[in-house]
């Protein structure tokens, strides 16, 4: 996360926004997990776990809306593997 959600201050890998005080551990800790699950996501496809693949990228997709995990679900939900 480069910008505090709340007033957009720069960030600079603090947990704590330098301008506003918002504590923001709960959500870099939320990123992290939803990049875990992504990654868990990967390797369940590559697997040969569609199934489980797809509901680990919607856990993710509920913590924090990513490209690659939105890629991944439409990938899935095509039918494409």
Known sequence: MERCPVCRARLKGASL???CGSDLSRVLQ???RARQL???AVLQLAG???E???ETLRRA???KTTPLARSL???LNRGQF
Do not use: I, K
Request: charged letters at 25%.
């Open 17 to 19: 926004c330098p301008r």
């Open 30 to 32: 939320a990123a992290r």
């Open 38 to 40: 992504e990654h868990e």
């Open 48 to 50: 040969g776990a569609p």
């Open 52 to 54: 489980q693949a797809r």
């Open 61 to 63: 997709l509920a913590l």
């Open 73 to 75: 679900l439409g990938f």
